[in-house]
């Protein structure tokens, strides 16, 4: 039997490995470019160790990159396909709200005729 990660298995954990706001948030703001650190908690509002702890996560997994440009860290994404990825995830999130909508009318609509 060989070690190898079904594909399947693989994107879940690279999904689980998107689960959380905060690196949301970073792939999100470096979508626009490269960014300092301290830009980038200036941006999100959390503590710095917390943010720490997520850029390592993204670090660890290949989606972002850190250049130390004197005493300044700058992180980047890694490819444009996590750009592309963040757009995609908008795109759905946009269409499942409006069937929400469409939804949440019709059963307005239904209420309105029952009454």
């Not at 399947?8 to 960014?35: C, T």
């Not at 850190?66 to 992180?75: H, K, N, Q, S």
């Amino acid at each position: 039997m060989t070690g190898r990660v079904p594909l399947y298995q693989a994107k879940a954990e690279f999904f689980r490995m998107l689960g959380h706001p905060v690196r949301i948030r970073v792939l999100e703001l470096l979508q626009d470019g490269p960014m300092p650190v301290r830009d980038l908690l200036a941006a999100i509002e959390v503590e710095s160790s917390n943010l720490s702890q997520q850029l390592a996560v993204l670090r660890r997994s290949g989606i972002v990159t850190a250049t130390r440009e004197g005493p300044t860290v700058v992180y980047a994404l890694a490819g444009g396909d996590v750009a592309e990825l963040m757009r995609a995830a908008r795109r759905i999130l946009t269409e499942m709200a409006a069937g929400q909508a469409g939804l949440l009318a019709e059963l307005r609509e239904a209420e309105a005729s029952a009454s």
